[in-house]
Structures are given as C-alpha cells and as structure tokens.
C-alpha cells in the first residue's frame, strides 16, 4: 500500500488472530488485536482504526451486531470473516455494512487482495486531473458537485466529505437523472473502481452515499430503489 494502515482483527481465536497479525505486520500494516465486542469497542475509542476484519461467530456481541455498531459510528472498513458457507449469512453481512466477506479457512494472500481491494474502493477521494470534458459543475437540489476540484456541496453551501467510491457513484447518478440504472451499469459507469464481485457492494455504497446527501435515508427523495431493475437518481440536473 502507498501509506501504513491500521487493521483491526477482531476473533475469538488467537491462533486467527497470531496468524493475521504477524502476516499483516510483514506486509506494512499497523495492527491491533480484539477477542469479543468489548475490547473492540474501546480500541475504537482510543484508535483511528482503518479496516476491521470482524469474525461473524463472537462469544457475547456476534458479528453482525458490531458490524451495524461499527457502520454507525464510522465509514470504517469491514471484512467479515465466517465459517460459514450459508449464502443467507453472507447477504446478512453485507446488508448490515460490511464491505466483502471471507470463508474460513482462508488463504493469507487472498485476505491480503481483498483488504487492498476495499480500501481502494472506500479510500479518501483522490483529485486527480481530470479529462478536459469532465471538468464540469453539475446542479441539482441546490446542491452543486464540482467534478475538477471533486467537492460536493449541500444548497447552504457546506462541504459533504465523500471518498473516492461515494463521489463516483454520486457522479455517475448525476450524469444520469431519471434513468433506471441497473447495478451491472453502475459498475461500469463508475470507470477504474474495485467492487465487490457481487452486487451487494454497489448496495452498501448507495447506502452510505444516501446517509450523506437525503434528507431521510428512510424515505430517499434522490437516489431511489426501483425494485427488481436497480436505482434511479430521481431529480433535474444541470451544468453550471
């Protein structure tokens, strides 16, 4: 990775948590160790934590209940890791917030690509110099996204903090109002990002963009969900 980041592994097994640990800390990481809910949630409270990697099967809290603590709190990373093969546990992850799960037993390398995967997707927004067509200011709402200088901007004028993933996804709506998008479109609109290899990771970010610019994520006025064919950015946009 370009810079250090701080790793979480949160599992009731310290053979787990010796293993990732040491394989992590060889590969430049920075990392902390939790057996159970409590001890996460004070290295939460004391750490800026980057990346969890959070075991579904905890004695007390289980994973999908610290996984909605965490995705609360913050737009921290989540792996779940699970023994379990059960599709039902995976979506059950996924649909609490969590960015991409693995099977036990798992390969290191493969926890590794993944890790990486993730945090290019939800990383800090980059402003990188973009293409002399896409230098444009787009409207709606009030609201202004400033695609050169990758600023998004409420109708009073404050500044929304969005990450790389948020802003394209935001972006590729805008360019797009009231059209249905399918998620297999979405993915190919939002150009050179890494998503999950399953839809529900176009599912999370639209979630966390929603907590980020609706008013009431309970009832979206913007994006909203067009059951069976995917989403539509429900709204007039215009250049500026």
């Given amino acids: ?5 701080h ?3 949160v599992d009731d097994e310290p053979r787990i948590r010796t293993m990732l640990r040491r394989y992590l800390t060889d590969e430049g990481f920075t990392v902390s160790e939790a057996c159970d809910g409590a001890k996460m949630r004070a290295i939460l409270e004391n750490e800026k934590i980057d990346l969890v990697l959070l075991d579904l099967m905890l004695p007390g809290e289980d994973g999908l209940s610290l996984a909605r603590f965490i995705r609360q709190r913050d737009d921290i990373a989540i792996i779940m890791l699970t023994g379990k093969g059960d599709v039902v546990d995976r979506v059950a992850g996924l649909e609490t917030g969590a960015d991409d799960y693995i099977t036990k037993p798992f390969e ?3 926890v590794l690509a993944r890790m990486r995967t993730v945090m290019r997707r939800i990383g800090p927004a980059a402003k990188p110099s973009p293409p002399a067509d896409e230098g444009e200011v787009l409207l709606f709402e009030g609201c202004r996204l400033d695609v050169l200088r990758r600023e998004f901007r409420r109708s ?3 500044l929304v903090p969005l990450t790389a993933g948020e802003f394209e996804l935001l972006h590729a709506f805008a360019r797009h109002p009231n059209r249905v998008l399918s998620r297999n479109q979405l993915i190919d609109l939002v150009k050179g990002r890494d998503w999950a290899a399953y839809d529900r990771g176009i599912d999370t970010q639209v979630m966390r963009l929603r907590k980020k610019i609706e008013a009431d994520t309970r009832k979206p006025s913007l994006i909203k969900t067009v059951r069976g064919a995917g989403y539509i950015f429900a709204t007039t946009v ?3």
Avoid: D, K, P
């Fill in 1 to 5: 990775m370009a810079e250090l980041r």
């Fill in 7 to 9: 790793v979480l592994i």
């Fill in 108 to 110: 290191l390398r493969e």
């Fill in 156 to 158: 009073c004028g404050s």
């Fill in 238 to 240: 215009t250049t500026g």
